[in-house]
């Protein structure tokens, strides 16, 4: 059974600091490419920051020189580092693995910067 759990969600205040982490299982992790998405409230999903199963990174332009995604492939996770938060980051973000034409979505942690 595939299962993500994401954590490290919460409340800061802008300019402050949250670590996301994504604890994958059920899948060959090393092998998927993975991924951070946000919903803002309103708005529809958007990409954040990617990383390969070779581990090249991408990140939306919004969040470039802020967030840093990593990934362990020894313990299965992914992670979102992000700094220098602004209130526009305040979104469910999710985490999604992709293998070929086979994706996974976790089910989403809350994020809240305050201004």
């Known amino acids: 059974q595939v299962q993500f759990v994401e954590s490290g969600g919460g409340l800061v205040q802008a300019g402050g600091s949250l670590r996301l982490s994504c604890a994958a299982s059920?899948?060959?992790?090393?092998?998927?490419?993975m991924a951070w998405y946000r919903q803002a409230p309103g708005n529809e999903r958007e990409l954040v920051a990617t990383?390969?199963?070779?581990?090249?990174?991408n990140y939306a332009d919004s969040v470039k020189g802020r967030f840093t995604i990593s990934r362990d492939n020894a313990k299965n996770t992914v992670t979102l580092q992000m700094n220098s938060l602004k209130p526009d980051d305040t979104a469910v973000y999710y985490c999604?693995?992709?293998?070929?034409?086979?994706?996974?979505w976790g089910k989403g942690t809350l994020v809240t910067v305050s201004s």
């Open positions: 999604k693995s992709r293998y070929s034409y086979t994706t996974y």
């Open positions: 059920g899948i060959a992790f090393s092998a998927h490419a």
């Open positions: 990383i390969s199963s070779t581990g090249n990174t």
